[in-house]
């Protein structure tokens, strides 16, 4: 969900405090459970006849008593705990006219039972069966009938009935989807006709990650100011150490718990001035890195709480989300039109569970990341749940590999038969159909090094652990982004290199003696023992 959970929820109580100016925790905080009080962005209630209008299950009113999967105040995460026929959910939404609408709802179920999903409102009902999937999957079900909405007030409720009536089942909801049959099926038209053709990711050997932000440390001494530290980041020596391991590319971090830019951007000193940087790392990286054959992808925020001077500036709990998301492109569509190709692709983090909730015009935020460059890959980060939109080239796929988090989700490469061993890498089958498969994973056990005065932590995997889980991701074309922790001048934690190194030469990925070479000067690397 957004790389560095554990350590967001450590830094929870203080971005309670960050939100209220000190002065305590927000009401729903307290205990309180009406919608209005759980979140900071409340939503209007009125519907957009032209787009996908979401109904977040975190802020419904609730008949029983559910919980939070994650309690962080930037994200709406599934409701949990509906054991019975008795509870249920319901919204207040604002229809501009009579009209039918079709309704998908993003669940989980588990159980034996035969379920039903309904929906209703005073005037109209629909229902369809719930097939209980694998453990931990999350799906989009469509209920074929579609819902008829009155202009003005409608209280939309959701329920789950399962036969016999007190038969046991587990429900965890994420939202329900309201769109026009005839808006759905044009979106799906515009996003597909939209993508680009990314199967380069898939035959690439292999990715790195790096999380370098503003809270990144060094290895000894004081932390850099951000602007300094961007000055003195070792692009040569970085650049030097990726080519190494044979990587084809790498995602590295622009904004995370902070919006800062390592380079220029014209819009987010517009939005907020002071957050951007002299030196064009960005730059200067594509540069580097291109000389190596290497490709340049960018991670970005949209911004969590522990920013409340970025959240006030970017109107980030406005309950309507327009100038959130005007500025969101302005910035987005600087760094398109700035670098061109040079960016090869965005990994837009919080994808379901932060721009999910707001009902974003995807395809105008696609477009934006499309800026200079159409063929730019991009992806919505959602986690390990459903997919936020269509709207994207390629699946995040955020610790849904052999061996990570998600391990249930993609546990032998094939993402449990969504991709073909023979195929090119695109899911033939699921909510993730015709994107680029791709998994995200980190070597140690954090995304970011922000430990003073302490070496980067160990690495969790061995050489050949890595090799294995690299070599099952090969086998059907998934693109591996390994996520390594860095230091602030951007040395590469050196035994996660090593082991990264000798993993990628034994699952046939790297050179047997690994270097990097820059006009006619090699680079030394070490030997593979």
Request: glycine share 8%; hydrophobic share 45%; with cysteine.
């Amino acid at each position: 969900m957004c790389r560095g959970l554990l350590w967001r929820f450590a830094l929870f109580a203080a971005s309670l405090a960050a939100m209220t100016g000190g002065l305590g925790a927000p009401a729903w905080a307290a205990g309180l459970d009406t919608p209005s009080a759980r979140f900071p962005f409340v939503p209007t209630g009125r519907l957009d006849p032209d787009q996908v209008n979401v109904l977040a299950a975190a802020d419904a009113d609730r008949t029983g008593e559910f919980s939070l999967t994650a309690p962080i105040t930037h994200l709406k995460t599934e409701i949990v705990g509906w054991k019975s026929a008795d509870q249920a959910i319901s919204w207040t939404v604002f229809a501009p006219s009579a009209d039918d609408y079709s309704v998908a709802a993003l669940l989980r179920m588990t159980g034996r039972a035969p379920v039903s999903v309904s929906v209703s409102t005073a005037s109209s009902s629909i229902s369809a069966p719930v097939r209980p999937g694998p453990k931990g999957v999350e799906d989009r079900t469509l209920i074929d009938a579609p819902l008829h909405l009155v202009q003005g007030r409608n209280v939309i409720t959701l329920r789950f009935t399962p036969s016999p009536r007190d038969a046991p089942f587990a429900a965890e909801v994420l939202a329900l989807e309201l769109t026009r049959p005839q808006v759905r099926a044009a979106l799906h038209q515009h996003a597909v006709a939209m993508r680009a053709d990314v199967r380069w990711m898939g035959r690439a050997p292999l990715g790195l990650a790096f999380t370098w932000t503003k809270r990144t440390m060094p290895r000894r001494g004081p932390q850099l100011p951000y602007g300094e530290a961007v000055a003195r980041f070792d692009v040569e020596r970085f650049a030097n150490d990726v080519a190494s391991t044979g990587a084809s590319f790498v995602v590295f971090s622009t904004s995370h718990s902070d919006q800062y830019m390592p380079g220029p951007n014209a819009a987010l000193d517009a939005i907020l001035p002071g957050r951007t940087a002299k030196r064009d790392l960005i730059a200067d990286l594509i540069k580097a890195l291109g000389q190596r054959h290497i490709k340049l992808f960018l991670y970005y925020h949209l911004g969590p709480v522990e920013d409340p001077a970025w959240s006030k500036a970017t109107h980030m709990w406005d309950s309507d989300p327009t100038r959130f998301f005007n500025n969101w492109k302005a910035i987005v569509s600087d760094m398109g039109a700035r670098y061109g190709a040079g960016v090869a692709g965005f990994w837009f983090d919080d994808g379901l569970y932060n721009y999910y909730y707001r009902s974003p015009d995807w395809e105008a935020l696609y477009r934006a990341a499309k800026v200079g460059d159409p063929d730019r890959a991009v992806c919505f980060n959602s986690w390990n749940g459903a997919s936020a939109t269509e709207f994207q080239d390629y699946y995040c796929g955020e610790e849904t590999t052999p061996g990570g988090l998600n391990d249930n989700l993609n546990h032998d490469g094939s993402f449990n038969g969504a991709l073909l061993k023979d195929g090119d890498g695109r899911f033939v089958r699921g909510q993730f159909e015709g994107l680029q498969a791709a998994t995200m994973f980190v070597v140690e056990n954090d995304w970011l090094h922000t430990q003073r005065d302490t070496e980067a932590a160990a690495p969790k995997w061995t050489p050949q652990s890595l090799a294995a889980t690299l070599l099952k991701l090969k086998a059907y074309h998934v693109a591996p982004m390994v996520n390594m922790l860095i230091y602030q001048d951007g040395t590469i934690a050196p035994k996660s290199l090593a082991v990264v190194r000798e993993a990628a030469i034994l699952a046939g990925v790297g050179a047997k003696f690994p270097s990097a070479t820059v006009g006619t000067a090699a680079v030394d690397a070490p030997h593979a023992p």
